[in-house]
């Protein structure tokens, strides 16, 4: 009997204990949700500089994990070009051993222009993986698809772009890679008399170790960028240009 008392105290304690720890998790996991549902609000504020602004439409919290959905709105001409960003957030209880990952998956918007819709029909523009350390610290993976098209005369053809950078806990430096393994580019003449141009980049790759400048909005750091090959080829018939391994 005294050996069944004691299993069973043990037993009780220790669901006692299980249930203690899930329910700290569980806590855990709901209040780091309304840190990273600041820290969006946080960021869409600081990086809404011109031509670029940022504004968090919705925000549904939960225990384990969120959603979220941004308008990205680009003003570089007379027509805005916005993409709207779907943001799934696992933020507990320990995701794989990080405070929180965030998968933020970018649609051009249906009013976009015509030739920007029809270029990433059925792909996702960009799609954008960050985990979050509990020191705030942060890793993020880029991915743009490759595509081809048509865009105000100029023919296009992407070849896609990836990055890999971090950051640090108060988001104002990067260090990382960024990588466009192709680049063609048609252009026709235009009004002001250029000739039109084949452009052909291949093998393009940027390494950075940049951060804020104290009290300065600029970035100061290291930039290198390394280009396989570089060609034009005027229509004309002139001299075609072709510069190897920058």
């Excluded at 670029?52 to 969120?66: D, H, K, M, N």
């Excluded at 005369?153 to 772009?161: C, E, H, K, T, V």
């Excluded at 003449?189 to 039109?196: F, K, N, R, T």
């Excluded at 960028?225 to 190897?244: F, I, K, M, R, Y």
């Amino acid at each position: 009997h005294f050996e069944r008392g004691c299993m069973k105290k043990t037993g009780i304690a220790i669901a006692a204990a299980a249930a203690a720890l899930l329910a700290a998790g569980a806590a855990t996991s709901y209040v780091m949700g309304g840190k990273v549902q600041a820290g969006l609000e946080r960021t869409a504020e600081e990086w809404s500089q011109p031509p670029l602004a940022i504004q968090v439409q919705s925000y549904e919290r939960g225990w384990f994990s969120s959603t979220a959905t941004t308008l990205w709105t680009v003003t570089t001409g007379d027509e805005p070009l916005q993409f709207t960003a779907q943001h799934a957030i696992q933020h507990g209880p320990w995701p794989r051993l990080h405070a929180a990952e965030i998968l933020s998956t970018f649609a051009v918007n249906d009013d976009a222009p015509p030739e920007w819709v029809t270029a990433y029909k059925g792909k996702a523009p960009l799609v954008w993986r960050a985990t979050v350390g509990w020191m705030q610290t942060s890793q993020h993976v880029l991915t743009s698809p490759a595509i081809e098209g048509n865009f105000d005369g100029d023919q296009l053809r992407f070849g896609g772009f990836t990055a890999d950078f971090e950051m640090p806990a108060d988001g104002k430096g990067m260090k990382g890679t960024a990588q466009m393994p192709a680049l063609a580019l048609q252009t026709r003449a235009d009004e002001q008399g250029s000739e039109p141009v084949d452009l052909q980049l291949a093998g393009s790759m940027v390494r950075f170790d940049v951060k804020q400048a104290a009290k300065q909005a600029f970035m100061v750091g290291s930039f290198h960028w390394a280009l396989d090959q570089l060609s034009s080829t005027p229509h004309n018939g002139g001299e075609a240009v072709t510069v190897s391994g920058l």
